[in-house]
């Protein structure tokens, strides 16, 4: 069960990922009164940052193999601390500055940990049973992220401070166990060399054709699901009227995903990664068509097109890293942040269909529209093929590799 040790942190990896890019904007919205515009400013703004360092975190961690544990720790820790004070501002500092500040760090942090822990896993003997692990357990990390903040911001307004604050001691003893379990029971990675300098890692990633060919179609995919990430709750809410069930409709979703994920790991090994990467996204582009004949009260329906969506995210988390690891050389920290930053990016460009929506006079609470429609459901359907299309360029002559999946 050593995969099952290293793939544990991919639970609270989740549970910090997935209120940051999907509840965050909406408790602030909606519950701290942020307006939409400056909102997604400043989301747009410290998702920037964050992409802009990855790269250099990776290619840090690639300088100094030996202290990558270290500093995994240290970005735990801070990635604890900066959770909790995004839920709990304090009254004497300004709203948005707060907001700012807290998500550099969290970002930072979070980043740190995942191109480090990303690494490791690829440098592991029977890689596809690491990733199976991972991401199985980060499903679940998302499952519970899923329910238990949605629970609590539906709940009693006076209830709602004193519960985040459980929440986030839940979620710094989840850390604490899966790091612990990680630096003791996990398999080591093999002990490398450092990399070369800054210059000739990024040289040698430029004249990588295969990663080339990866980066444009990794882009695209990641913007077409950091748009409805960013939008989910306004649309449960506005669109169909039903915010109050906005954790179940997650929990599908991510339900779906976790379900899907040994189904593609399966297909994986007896088609490829790239073949069944395309079916992913075919599948994601049937479910937000439905999403985008959808309307108050058609929750079934809804319903249906979260599961087939989740479905398809299971191979959007399991096969890209594969394929990654495939095109890359001994330069794994440099090419996993390549990657972060590109899906950084892309939460970032996401982030900017707040204020495009305030534009379009499309406000919180108020019912949705249009508008709201075409930037859920409509723009993601069109990245998800312009990705497909882009993937046509892939090739690598690496083999799949199939592991160990104990």
């Known amino acids: 069960m050593s995969n099952a040790a290293y793939g544990l942190l991919g639970a609270p990896l989740a549970m910090a990922a997935l209120p940051l890019f999907v509840q965050l904007p909406a408790y602030y919205a909606t519950h701290l009164g942020m307006a ?20 250099l975190l990776g290619h840090l961690l690639d300088r100094a193999p030996a202290r990558r544990r270290r500093w995994m720790t240290l970005g735990a820790g801070v990635l604890v601390l900066a959770f909790a004070a995004l839920w709990l501002p304090p009254s004497s500092v300004p ?12 970002y930072g942090a979070h980043s740190l940990v995942n191109i480090a822990y990303l690494a490791w896993g690829a ?27 949605a629970a609590i911001l539906a709940g009693d307004p006076a209830q709602v401070r004193p519960r985040l604050v459980a929440y986030s001691l839940a979620f710094a003893l989840v850390t604490a166990i899966a790091m612990l379990a ?28 295969p990663l080339r060919a990866l980066l444009l179609p990794y882009f695209l995919n990641a913007l077409s699901v950091a748009i409805p990430a960013t939008l989910a ?3 449960i809410a506005d669109q169909l009227g039903a915010p109050q069930l906005s954790g179940i409709f997650l929990a599908c979703y991510f339900g779906a995903a976790a379900c899907g994920l040994p189904a593609w790991t399966a297909l994986a090994r007896k088609w490829g990664p790239l073949r069944c990467w395309r079916l992913g996204m075919l599948l994601s582009v049937a479910g937000f068509c439905g999403a985008a004949m959808l309307g108050k009260g058609d929750l079934i329906a809804y319903a249906a097109v979260c599961i087939a969506a989740g479905a398809a995210l299971g191979a959007d988390l399991a096969l890209p890293p594969v394929l990654l690891g495939q095109a890359l050389g001994d330069r794994l920290g440099a090419g996993f942040g390549l990657f972060t930053l590109l899906g950084k ?62």
């Open 36 to 55: 939409l515009a400056p909102l997604g400013v400043v989301l747009f703004a410290a998702r920037l940052i964050d992409m802009l360092q990855d790269p």
């Open 95 to 106: 709203t948005g500055a707060w907001l700012a500040l807290m998500l550099v760090v969290a």
């Open 123 to 149: 440098q592991l003997s029977g890689t596809l049973g690491a990733v199976a692990w991972r991401e199985g357990l980060g499903l679940a990390g998302m499952l519970t992220a899923s329910l238990i903040p």
């Open 182 to 209: 990680l630096l003791r029971r996990a398999p080591a990675a093999p002990q490398r060399e450092a990399s070369a300098g800054w210059r000739d890692t990024w040289r040698a990633l430029a004249g990588n054709r």
């Open 233 to 235: 709750l306004f649309y």
């Open 345 to 406: 990016l892309a939460l970032a460009v996401a982030g900017l269909t707040l204020p495009l929506l305030a534009w379009l006079d499309y406000i919180p609470g108020h019912g949705g529209g249009a508008s709201l429609v075409v930037a859920y459901a409509v723009l993601p359907c069109l990245f998800k093929l312009l990705a497909m299309a882009a993937l046509g360029r892939f090739t690598t002559s690496v083999s799949f590799t199939t592991g160990s999946t104990t």
